[in-house]
């Protein structure tokens, strides 16, 4: 059987500021969502939040990109705004939703989307990710790990169903435009590429082998859209796993490691990637220190199975994380004691809805030449 599952997320408003989403939201959505399933429309879908983001997944048949299920996800989102977000005076009512109105496809509108479509496995296990106070480029590291480096995921190695290696489609994200990279035949043009965080992001990855989709993630940059900064892009990403890919130990390993990406106070600032459970993906200190989570089930012919019954896996709700988070408070003082030096602020180029621009300006008058 073919489903598909989109992953599709948007900030329309939290409290306290951009902190998390309110109970309400949630609530508003996942009404929305068991209507469209009583429905037939969708098979199934689980409403979760990281941080001030609300997430909507949703398995279905009706393929990527498909304009009833992304209108589905729109309209869930309006109906959030309008219902809770307004309402309350929530901070940020709406900001995610960019354009006026719907029209046929989420992407480019504003909200995240990272979505696959595929024949389901005899068994088939997956992972879900969300960050918050960040942007896509901050899973390129991890997927570089996950997918092409064997001293994490020791199947490239020793699962001779891995050892043709995986594909990395990389996006362009500044001219619109993907190379797709065969690992490890070009892991060096690879990471020439995916450790230019801010501008080439991995979109999809396929086993070489035979082609099959392994991952997706969400690439769409908010200020590439908007034609200004107005936010950040707090990316999320859909993982298969397990039997011929990289196990749910495999994919989790990577995210031990709490790399700097690129977000946190003002999406202006690097900090470290929190592993958390989705209870503690609230950002506090300096609006951070940025967060990910990760959700795992099985697919039922579309149904998620958890482990507790529908209720996804909280994967980083484990002490073997502990160390991980301690790791990033410690870097998080660490990075905070620079104030606003870089290379704790963001380059030039990269500083988002700041008013360093303003203050540019202000002074143009008075730099005199040298
Ligand atoms: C980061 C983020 C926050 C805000 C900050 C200022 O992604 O969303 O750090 O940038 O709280 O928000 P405003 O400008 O809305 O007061
Ligand atoms: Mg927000
Ligand atoms: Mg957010």
């Known amino acids: 059987m073919k489903v598909t599952v989109s992953l599709i997320k948007a900030d329309v408003g939290s409290t306290p500021g951009h902190h998390v989403v309110h109970v309400k939201q949630l609530e508003v959505a996942r009404e929305r969502l068991m209507r469209e399933k009583n429905n037939g429309e969708i098979i199934d879908f689980y409403v979760f939040n990281c941080g001030d983001d609300i997430e909507l997944l949703i398995t279905h048949d009706k ?47 504003g909200p995240g989307v990272a979505e696959m479509e595929f024949e389901e496995r005899e068994s088939e296990p997956i992972v879900i990710f969300a960050a918050d106070k960040t942007d896509p480029g901050a899973f390129n590291l991890p997927l570089f790990r996950i997918f092409a480096d064997p001293s994490f995921t020791a199947g490239l190695v020793i699962d001779p169903s891995m050892s043709k290696g995986f594909t990395f489609r990389v996006m362009d994200v500044l001219e619109s435009k993907y190379v797709d990279l065969r690992c ?22 396929f086993r070489s082998a035979d082609g099959l989709i392994a991952a997706a993630c969400s690439t769409s940059k908010l200020s590439l859209i908007a034609g200004k900064y107005v936010g950040k892009d707090d990316p999320c990403m859909i993982v298969r796993c397990q039997h011929g890919l990289p196990a749910v130990g495999e994919v989790l390993m990577p995210f031990g490691f709490p790399h700097l990406v ?22 506090t200190l300096f609006d951070g220190p940025p967060r990910v989570v990760a959700l795992g089930f099985n697919l039922l012919n579309g149904t998620i199975i958890g482990p507790n019954g529908s209720e996804p896996a909280d994967l980083f709700r484990d002490v073997a994380f502990d160390r991980a988070r301690g790791e990033a408070n410690l870097i998080t003082d660490y990075i905070r004691r620079h104030g606003e030096f870089m290379p704790a602020r963001l380059g030039a180029e990269e500083l988002e809805y700041t008013t360093l621009p303003a203050v540019l300006e202000k002074l143009e008058g008075r730099f005199k030449k040298y």
């Open 63 to 109: 393929g990527e990109n498909s304009e009833e299920i992304h209108g589905i996800a729109w309209d869930t989102f309006m109906e959030v705004t309008e219902k809770v977000s307004k309402p309350l005076k929530l901070y940020g009512a709406g900001q995610d939703l960019l354009a006026e109105a719907f029209s046929g496809n989420i992407r480019g509108l």
């Open 262 to 283: 690129s977000g946190f106070m003002r999406g202006s600032h690097i900090g470290p990637l929190m592993p958390v459970s989705v209870q503690d993906a609230r950002c």
């Open 184 to 205: 490890p035949a070009e892991m060096y043009e690879l990471v020439g590429l995916i450790g230019t965080t801010n501008r080439y992001i991995i979109e999809r990855i």
